[in-house]
């Protein structure tokens, strides 16, 4: 007979409101907007105000890759000539059979993101046969693809980076055998910067070697680069906050994008009152239940926005004072959450999309998030402290003989950061750095 025995589990249920509250703080101020509208367009006593107002906070966008950047008001969007209708406007001057004309506006639809065809001759003949009815050989893809590969920009339609830095020495650097041996015969070692290596199979010095990376360092790697390919290289991002310095204390404020306010119609309301129809009744009865909390709902978020982020400037106050990342103090989720009384998860949510602007940049308000490191001394730093004292180190090193992980971790030890070499490691990928032999030069 099995045994019977008592257990007392502590459960924590969510109703469905509180689930949409939680979906909703977590949204941030780019994707607002669109969350609103389209509950107005599913609930129809959810009304806007006609009259209108301008926030000053509103649309400020600021580029990632430039941390000291100024408001640029709204921005306008610039027009740029995709690279598929560059390539389509030059066939125009192409004198090719009709079959071949159309083969290579195929070919050029099919090039991915960066301007490469990444598929092989024969999938491209299947998909022909199968998608279009059209029969066609390996050989007149062939003819159609090097129709492709004479135009611009040079090394469109290359298989791979390597074939691209091929084709465009040969187009732009005909005289430079041994840069094309280096990337036709050692493409290995050259990625790798095995640079005694190549010296030795190709019988040249270093100096000479040297010369040939400048001149590879020219090629374009990316043949759509500067084109519009719906993926723009200057990436724009609206803060959620906005913290100021004044009279020697913080001021927050939240970034509105919105010029009306949202209300519950006076007319379904009214509507509900005077309706006979229990149908119509009990529908209006939900819709305007829903609208008003809907309405609640986005007071509750900003407050809560409000709360948690004052208690992170609070929590940082040496940091946002001087911006230098070595005032930055080791800060969990669980220690907002103790301080703001909330949930570890509603923390999470808040800092996990939204953006903050302050008077050394705009960045994610999570990367204020950073575990704690205790020195030898006693000191508690953030972890982060330790990624700018390995960022300078690299950035100092002789790049003739970059550090490995290895003499990396030593160079830290003696600065009181004894971590691992995974952790070395980890760090510097997490900093977008590459390896000791990548970081190589001549």
Known sequence: MPKQRLEQKTKFNLNPQQIKFLSLLQIPITDLDNHIKKEIEENPVIEEEESEYVDSNSDF???KSNKNNQALGYQIEDKKTSLSDYLHSQLVDLNVPKKIYNLISYLINSLDKNGYLDRDLQSISNDLLINNNMKINEEEINVALNCLKEMEPCGVGSHNLQECLITQLKKKHPKNIVAL??????YSSFTNKNFRLICEKLNISQKKLKAIYAVIETLQP?????????NSFNEYITPDFKVTIKNNSFELSTTKTRTKEINVSSYYKSLLQNTKDTETKDFLKVKIEHALWFKNALVERELTLK???????NFQEK????GSEEDLTPMTLKDIAKIVKLDISTISRVSNSKFIETFFGTFKIKELFSEAYRKDNGETV????????LYEIIENEDKNKPYTDEELCKILGENEYHIARRTVSKYRSSLKILNANKRKKL
């Open 181 to 186: 041996k280096v990337i036709t015969d050692h």
């Open 222 to 230: 990316v043949p759509s680069f500067g084109f519009d390919n719906n």
């Open 61 to 63: 966008y600021y580029s």
């Open 319 to 322: 940091y946002f004072f001087s």
């Open 307 to 313: 709360k948690v982020v004052s208690a992170i400037i």
């Open 382 to 389: 953030s972890n982060k402290a330790i990624k700018k004292h």
